[in-house]
């Protein structure tokens, strides 16, 4: 592996690359307010010396890039190296987006953002008794694991509210999306969710939920375009405005159910 000196620009990919699965070079040179072509090469040289992994493009998709161990260990990150379902790379790049529309102000004025690899870390060294970051979808699941839910990403507002973002490509199961969507509910952490979804059959499948669960106005959908691109997904409205629309208002553990 060829030696490469880091700086300050390569710990801010590298810090990027270690919240995502995957991220593509499209997605570094808009971070780095750099082109295409100059991200490309630095990604390769980081992986040439070892704080990166290369995954060469299959027919149809770029060339995309995963923080390796060597990575984590000059950020000081507490992270595991990230695996890939090759089925989830569309999904994994348009999160990827996401988190980048979401600190450009896409979303309007946000305090962090959470991804849900940081969330699933977290959660995994809690103490039994703590609170999850994750969505509680009440009941226990295999060997006895309370059943959780992770959003893609979720921002924090100002006010410490909490917006989850779905990016949602493919329908869920019914019974799996009331789930869901009632543990939003009973929630009073979060302000509301944002669907972000391809298809129109999704988007109505997340409405007609959301209309019989009685919680139209904590659900707000976005059509976005193909994930598996050079370009982020379109903006959605503020995060601000559904802590805004929350304040005041109460949401009981049970009303949804």
Not at 159 to 171: H, I, S
Request: no cysteine; glycine share 8%.
């Amino acid at each position: 592996m060829g030696a490469v000196r880091l700086t300050e620009r390569d710990f801010e990919l590298l810090s990027f690359l270690a919240e995502h699965r995957l991220a593509l070079p499209a997605h570094v040179a808009a971070l780095l307010d750099t082109s295409p072509a100059a991200a490309s090469t630095r990604m390769g040289k980081l992986a040439s010396a070892g704080y990166l992994r290369r995954h060469d493009a299959e027919p149809g998709r770029p060339r995309w890039y995963q923080i390796a161990r060597k990575g984590l260990a000059h950020i000081d990150s507490d992270l595991r190296s990230p695996g890939l379902n090759v089925s989830e790379y569309a999904h994994e790049v348009g999160a990827a987006w996401l988190w980048l529309a979401a600190h450009r102000g896409s979303f309007g004025p946000v305090e962090e953002v959470i991804t849900d690899r940081r969330m699933r870390s977290i959660d995994g060294a809690r103490e039994p008794d703590a609170e999850p970051l994750a969505v509680r979808l009440g009941g226990f699941g295999p060997r006895g694991r309370e059943e959780l839910h992770y959003p893609d990403l979720v921002l924090r507002t100002a006010d410490g509210r909490r917006v989850g973002l779905e990016l949602e490509l493919t329908p869920k199961a019914r019974t799996r999306l009331e789930n869901i969507l009632a543990g939003y509910a009973a929630d009073p952490r979060f302000a509301g969710v944002v669907y972000l979804v391809e298809k129109r059959s999704v988007a109505r499948a997340v409405q007609a939920t959301a209309r019989r669960l009685g919680i139209s106005d904590l659900v707000h959908l976005q059509r976005v375009r193909s994930t598996v691109s050079t370009s982020a997904p379109a903006a959605t409205p503020s995060a601000e405005r559904f802590a805004a629309a929350s304040r005041g208002r109460t949401r009981a553990a049970g009303a949804v159910r």
